[in-house]
């Protein structure tokens, strides 16, 4: 009886645990200071100067925290939320509200180092795919972070 219960329990218990987080992580060089590309990249909202899907960035608060409203090219909005922002290490955490990418749980950080005599870009997310596959959210969350760091290291020259 005790060989049936342990296997059961387990199986039950692996049911019953949440679905494991997707990661995407992308980076760029950049031929440009640290200090420079923490400067492109600017603010909250400094991603609608960068990133070329975005129209338009809105800054609001909420709970004492930022929120951006990201206006997309050809239509769609995304609201994220601003979790930490560090500018003496030059990264900042921001999590999805809202949007119409294939995810939930979405959590992100965008982060500059020094890289030789030039800079490093390193833009990373953790995630569940909502409403696809696994490998299709991860393509999308890829696509979205090569852009924008594309559109960084072309501004940061």
Request: with cysteine; net charge positive.
């Amino acid at each position: 009886m005790f060989r049936i219960l342990v296997p059961a329990a387990a199986l039950v218990a692996a049911s019953l645990s949440p679905a494991l987080a997707l990661e995407v992580s992308k980076s760029v060089d950049v031929a440009a200071s640290p200090e420079t590309v923490w400067k492109t990249i600017g603010g909250f909202c400094g991603i609608g100067d960068w990133h070329p899907v975005i129209e338009k960035c809105a800054l609001s608060k909420k709970g004492g925290k930022d929120v951006r409203t990201l206006s997309l090219k050809g239509g769609g909005t995304i609201v994220e939320e601003e979790e930490s922002r560090n500018d003496k290490k030059m990264d900042y955490t921001y999590t999805i509200l809202e949007g119409p990418l294939p995810v939930t749980d979405y959590h992100s950080t965008i982060m500059v180092a020094k890289a030789g005599s030039g800079s490093k870009v390193t833009w990373s997310g953790t995630f569940k795919a909502k409403g696809a596959p696994d490998d299709k959210a991860k393509e999308a969350i890829a696509g979205v972070y090569e852009a924008g760091l594309k559109g960084i290291a072309d501004k940061a020259k």
